[in-house]
């Protein structure tokens, strides 16, 4: 699954899936743009393919890309993937949440470009919850390594899990720091 991808990350992400098919031929996509008025600039680039593709909400049997084209349902969607990739890291946009694909328990992976995340994206590579691409060629790389040891993949989505575990509760907190600053 590729969630929040933005122009320029379509295209590595589809060069990447058809290199990964070369060994998984059974394999699906699922890609979610992060703008919906950008689903005809989408759809452009997937009619230059021999891929078999369609919108969600027009969904067809035998497809091997999978338009998410409604919106609200990005988060709960993780947890159909097997590994995760994150957009808008690849492209300076800054990244999107790694958090959710981690709280489905998914491997994450994402581009250099989180500055919009930081912090989460430093804490899910220490724990050895995320994998930092660079571009199609190393995202096929990681995601070949993950789909062939399926044990690593699911210990690699435990530890994204833990990692969202282990900072629950992060508004709560901050907010109790501040309330001797508020005024009552």
């Not at 031929?25 to 919906?36: D, E, S, V």
């Not at 992060?170 to 501040?178: H, K, P």
Request: one cysteine or more.
């Amino acid at each position: 699954m590729a969630g929040s991808t933005h122009r320029g990350e379509e295209q590595s992400v589809l060069d990447a899936f058809r290199v990964v098919r070369e060994q998984h031929p059974t394999l699906r996509l699922l890609l979610a743009p992060r703008h919906q008025e950008r689903l005809p600039e989408v759809e452009a680039l997937l009619r230059a393919t021999p891929l078999r593709w369609c919108r969600r909400t027009a969904m067809t049997p035998d497809t091997d890309v999978l338009i998410l084209d409604t919106v609200g349902e990005l988060a709960a969607t993780y947890a159909l993937a097997t590994v995760a990739f994150v957009g808008g890291s690849l492209v300076a946009t800054g990244g999107h949440n790694p958090l959710e694909p981690a709280f489905r328990r998914k491997p994450v992976l994402f581009g250099p470009r989180m500055e919009n995340f930081r912090e989460i994206a430093r804490l899910l590579i220490e724990a050895d919850a995320a994998h930092v691409v660079l571009d199609s060629d190393s995202l096929a790389q990681v995601v070949l390594y993950l789909l062939n040891d399926p044990a690593q993949t699911g210990l690699m989505g435990e530890r994204a899990y833990q990692v969202v575990a282990q900072h629950r509760g992060a508004v709560d907190r901050t907010l109790a720091m501040l309330e001797p600053f508020l005024e009552k």
